[in-house]
């Protein structure tokens, strides 16, 4: 009934599985990866017509994680997987952008791609068998794809690299690189790093490509037991071709004007213009055979020949830099009055407000997943309006794009945050680009390291980003440090890198071309360091340490440990007694299993408060400290005196006074504010005297022995 193909693979120590032929037979792929026991069923379709008018490449990927796959149920009320998470997002992310590179110019047929986590076991991520299996899943598929690509994972454990490792291997790691490439070379970088030097990451990057290479070999072994018959790749039409040349004659004068225009606006404007001249001219009338879409493609083509060839000719770029320079920075903190921490990151047209608010345990964000559960203290949130760009769009929920640069920068700054038991708080950065023209990703990185330190979070070292460009024609090639966003489009890489003066925190390459070779990585990655190096500079102009205390608006958060069998106590039946302390001290309690309780306010006041509240009800009698108490019950033998909350000690009736007492009543009655002493503790109960301390004073009395 199948016709099934399979090749085993043992990769890096570990049985690598990759199977077609069984499941989703009717996808143009299909093929099921499996490390360990971790399972992805990866499939890819391609729509075997082009939309009407269609001048663009749709390329979809969809990474899904399927909750039974753990041997969970979804929480919530539906008990449904719903909307993707930020890991599918990020990850759907990582499966395109290595991917995209290697489809012809000229084939725009539809292509989606979905990966489905079937199987979970808690150690071999899911993500690496995703990227492969789409890899292999395409290549099978007959679709037009320069691949395979291959891809790994490298930390680094114990001074050594490491290839895949395992969930639990990492969490001794100082890096989590994925890598992914072709033969030839590299397409794709991702990485989090404990500042690693540029020498490290390099060896890093190049050691997961030397060890993804198996991997290529089995798709390659796979497909040529199962692959479908190869789609014809659409040629590039002579008329098109003349048709391109004809456009670049229109607009190539205005272009080159429009390239020596230093202001953005002036820029996009000046192109506009030519655009519109070239679509006046030349746009079929009957709009069917050379459509507006068309010729407005033509003129970007154009756009590419002149920048590109301008910066390889000259070394000069668009806004008159050469290839190192990078633009004017002015770097702010504390701009803003009311919030926790702020900062104002300006470099040339990329401008960010990055805004810091310190919170509680209270404030965590719950995460639920494949891994588990747990609770995120350190968030950091990008948003891109549309007027950042000078334009009119819509608004609505983060995209992918938005979570991708929040996490990014998210990483960079993730290896210099303090730790929790250091400092307490639960952290939330939110970076509102207000200008954008080159790397905005990096220059939140920047503006985030200046809000935390500005907000008094005690950061191991500033980190800074840097966006680098490449232009590659043939042999000849530039790398740019500080790319415009135009530089971005028009060129073949996307290099960004982030850290500390000391190393690395995060790295994340796309190449738009087929490969990079190392010997570019080397140069980008030296000229990154420089360029890192200088925007510190700028950013210490403004502040270089964090400040000292919190801000003034924040709250203040003091930790006390309690012994755990008194958590009961604090807490009272069904939450009665920390209810209390919460409504009349105005403090906010957190208390942890070990008994660790957390104490939080604007302000000293509440805090302390609650604070001693609390040691009232934990605290053990001390024998020969002083009390002030009241009197809560009188009897023939002594009176029962309140010293601390839910304690009553006992007053003898021979300790009420220095005299001879003949009746209680004669010396105290309930209600009464006394001062008395605590003389010991016998059998789980207090004595007490009220005749060894001076009422008036809370002093000690010498009493002398009769006799």
Same mark, same amino acid.
């Given at each position: 009934?199948?016709?099934?193909?399979?090749?085993?693979?043992?990769?890096?120590?570990?049985?690598?599985?990759?199977?077609?032929?069984?499941?989703?037979?009717?996808?143009?792929?299909?093929?099921?990866?499996?490390?360990?026991?971790?399972?992805?069923?990866?499939?890819?379709?391609?729509?075997?017509?082009?939309?009407?008018?269609?001048?663009?490449?749709?390329?979809?990927?969809?990474?899904?994680?399927?909750?039974?796959?753990?041997?969970?149920?979804?929480?919530?009320?539906?008990?449904?997987?719903?909307?993707?998470?930020?890991?599918?997002?990020?990850?759907?992310?990582?499966?395109?952008?290595?991917?995209?590179?290697?489809?012809?110019?000229?084939?725009?047929?539809?292509?989606?791609?979905?990966?489905?986590?079937?199987?979970?076991?808690?150690?071999?991520?899911?993500?690496?068998?995703?990227?492969?299996?789409?890899?292999?899943?395409?290549?099978?598929?007959?679709?037009?794809?320069?691949?395979?690509?291959?891809?790994?994972?490298?930390?680094?454990?114990?001074?050594?690299?490491?290839?895949?490792?395992?969930?639990?291997?990492?969490?001794?790691?100082?890096?989590?690189?994925?890598?992914?490439?072709?033969?030839?070379?590299?397409?794709?970088?991702?990485?989090?790093?404990?500042?690693?030097?540029?020498?490290?990451?390099?060896?890093?990057?190049?050691?997961?490509?030397?060890?993804?290479?198996?991997?290529?070999?089995?798709?390659?072994?796979?497909?040529?037991?199962?692959?479908?018959?190869?789609?014809?790749?659409?040629?590039?039409?002579?008329?098109?071709?003349?048709?391109?040349?004809?456009?670049?004659?229109?607009?190539?004068?205005?272009?080159?004007?429009?390239?020596?225009?230093?202001?953005?606006?002036?820029?996009?404007?000046?192109?506009?213009?030519?655009?519109?001249?070239?679509?006046?001219?030349?746009?079929?009338?009957?709009?069917?055979?050379?459509?507006?879409?068309?010729?407005?493609?033509?003129?970007?083509?154009?756009?590419?020949?002149?920048?590109?060839?301008?910066?390889?000719?000259?070394?000069?770029?668009?806004?008159?830099?050469?290839?190192?320079?990078?633009?004017?920075?002015?770097?702010?903190?504390?701009?803003?009055?009311?919030?926790?921490?702020?900062?104002?990151?300006?470099?040339?047209?990329?401008?960010?407000?990055?805004?810091?608010?310190?919170?509680?345990?209270?404030?965590?964000?719950?995460?639920?997943?494949?891994?588990?559960?747990?609770?995120?203290?350190?968030?950091?949130?990008?948003?891109?309006?549309?007027?950042?760009?000078?334009?009119?769009?819509?608004?609505?929920?983060?995209?992918?794009?938005?979570?991708?640069?929040?996490?990014?920068?998210?990483?960079?700054?993730? *290896?210099?945050?303090?730790?929790? #038991?250091?400092?307490?708080?639960?952290?939330? &950065?939110?970076? !509102? $680009?207000? @200008?954008?023209? %080159?790397?905005?990703?990096?220059?939140?990185?920047?503006?985030?390291?200046?809000?935390?330190?500005?907000?008094?979070?005690?950061?191991?070292?500033?980190?800074?980003?840097?966006?680098?460009?490449?232009?590659?024609?043939?042999?000849?090639?530039?790398?740019?440090?500080?790319?415009?966003?135009?530089?971005?489009?028009?060129?073949?890489?996307?290099?960004?890198?982030?850290?500390?003066?000391?190393?690395?925190?995060?790295?994340?390459?796309?190449?738009?071309?087929?490969?990079?070779?190392?010997?570019?990585?080397?140069?980008?990655?030296?000229?990154?360091?420089?360029?890192?190096?200088?925007?510190?500079?700028?950013?210490?102009?403004?502040?270089?340490?964090?400040?000292?205390?919190?801000?003034?608006?924040?709250?203040?958060?003091?930790?006390?440990?309690? *012994?755990?069998?008194?958590?009961? #106590?604090?807490?009272?039946?069904?939450?009665? &007694?920390?209810? !209390? $302390?919460? @409504?009349?001290? %105005?403090?906010?309690?957190?208390?942890?299993?070990?008994?660790?309780?957390?104490?939080?306010?604007?302000?000293?006041?509440?805090?302390?408060?609650?604070?001693?509240?609390?040691?009232?009800?934990?605290?053990?009698?001390?024998?020969?400290?002083?009390?002030?108490?009241?009197?809560?019950?009188?009897?023939?033998?002594?009176?029962?005196?309140?010293?601390?909350?839910?304690?009553?000690?006992?007053?003898?009736?021979?300790?009420?006074?220095?005299?001879?007492?003949?009746?209680?009543?004669?010396?105290?009655?309930?209600?009464?504010?006394?001062?008395?002493?605590?003389?010991?503790?016998?059998?789980?109960?207090?004595?007490?005297?009220?005749?060894?301390?001076?009422?008036?004073?809370?002093?000690?009395?010498?009493?002398?022995?009769?006799?």
């Amino acid at each position: 009934m199948f016709n099934v193909s399979r090749q085993t693979l043992n990769w890096a120590g570990k049985t690598i599985t990759l199977e077609s032929g069984k499941i989703a037979r009717q996808a143009d792929g299909a093929v099921m990866v499996t490390m360990g026991e971790t399972t992805v069923l990866v499939t890819a379709v391609a729509a075997k017509n082009i939309k009407a008018g269609q001048d663009f490449f749709p390329l979809s990927v969809h990474y899904q994680e399927k909750y039974y796959a753990a041997g969970k149920i979804p929480g919530g009320f539906f008990k449904r997987e719903g909307r993707p998470t930020e890991r599918e997002t990020l990850i759907s992310r990582l499966i395109d952008r290595p991917i995209r590179p290697l489809f012809p110019k000229a084939f725009l047929n539809e292509v989606q791609v979905i990966a489905t986590v079937l199987s979970y076991d808690q150690q071999h991520e899911s993500d690496i068998a995703a990227l492969v299996g789409a890899s292999a899943a395409l290549t099978i598929s007959g679709v037009p794809f320069m691949g395979p690509v291959g891809a790994a994972r490298v930390g680094y454990v114990n001074g050594e690299l490491v290839l895949n490792p395992t969930i639990d291997e990492m969490k001794e790691s100082k890096l989590d690189l994925i890598v992914a490439g072709t033969r030839e070379g590299v397409l794709m970088v991702e990485s989090e790093a404990s500042e690693l030097t540029e020498d490290k990451m390099l060896e890093a990057v190049m050691f997961g490509w030397r060890g993804f290479q198996p991997m290529i070999d089995a798709i390659i072994s796979l497909a040529e037991q199962c692959a479908k018959d190869p789609w014809d790749i659409p040629a590039a039409a002579a008329e098109k071709d003349a048709l391109q040349a004809k456009v670049h004659q229109y607009v190539a004068a205005d272009l080159k004007e429009a390239y020596s225009l230093r202001v953005k606006q002036d820029r996009v404007a000046k192109i506009k213009e030519a655009k519109a001249k070239a679509v006046a001219a030349l746009v079929d009338p009957e709009g069917a055979t050379v459509t507006q879409q068309m010729i407005e493609g033509m003129v970007k083509e154009a756009e590419a020949e002149i920048v590109r060839g301008s910066i390889l000719d000259t070394g000069t770029r668009i806004d008159g830099r050469d290839t190192k320079t990078i633009r004017p920075i002015l770097a702010e903190a504390g701009i803003l009055p009311r919030v926790h921490g702020s900062a104002l990151f300006t470099r040339g047209e990329t401008q960010a407000i990055v805004v810091t608010t310190l919170g509680t345990g209270d404030d965590e964000q719950m995460i639920d997943g494949l891994q588990g559960t747990y609770d995120e203290t350190f968030m950091l949130h990008y948003n891109f309006p549309p007027y950042s760009v000078g334009e009119a769009g819509r608004m609505g929920g983060a995209g992918r794009r938005e979570i991708g640069h929040g996490k990014l920068a998210w990483r960079a700054i993730h *290896p210099m945050m303090p730790e929790k #038991e250091k400092f307490p708080y639960t952290i939330r &950065v939110v970076s !509102e $680009i207000t @200008e954008s023209n %080159g790397s905005s990703s990096m220059a939140t990185v920047c503006g985030t390291s200046l809000a935390l330190m500005d907000a008094g979070v005690p950061l191991t070292k500033p980190v800074a980003g840097i966006a680098m460009g490449l232009i590659k024609e043939g042999d000849r090639f530039a790398v740019l440090s500080d790319i415009l966003g135009d530089e971005d489009h028009l060129g073949d890489m996307d290099f960004k890198v982030a850290g500390t003066e000391n190393g690395i925190t995060a790295l994340q390459m796309d190449i738009k071309i087929t490969s990079i070779t190392e010997e570019i990585m080397k140069i980008a990655l030296a000229q990154a360091q420089q360029g890192r190096i200088h925007i510190l500079g700028e950013m210490n102009k403004a502040l270089n340490s964090a400040r000292d205390g919190l801000n003034a608006n924040a709250p203040q958060i003091v930790t006390i440990k309690i *012994p755990k069998e008194k958590i009961r #106590e604090v807490i009272g039946s069904g939450g009665s &007694v920390i209810r !209390e $302390i919460v @409504e009349k001290t %105005g403090a906010k309690i957190d208390i942890e299993e070990d008994g660790t309780i957390k104490v939080s306010a604007v302000g000293n006041e509440p805090i302390q408060k609650a604070i001693e509240w609390i040691k009232g009800i934990t605290a053990e009698p001390e024998i020969g400290k002083v009390y002030d108490g009241t009197v809560v019950k009188i009897m023939e033998f002594g009176a029962f005196v309140n010293i601390m909350p839910k304690t009553d000690g006992l007053v003898h009736i021979s300790e009420l006074a220095a005299r001879r007492v003949a009746k209680v009543e004669d010396v105290v009655k309930e209600g009464d504010k006394v001062k008395v002493k605590c003389l010991g503790l016998e059998k789980g109960k207090i004595k007490l005297s009220m005749k060894a301390i001076d009422q008036a004073t809370g002093e000690d009395i010498k009493i002398e022995k009769a006799g």
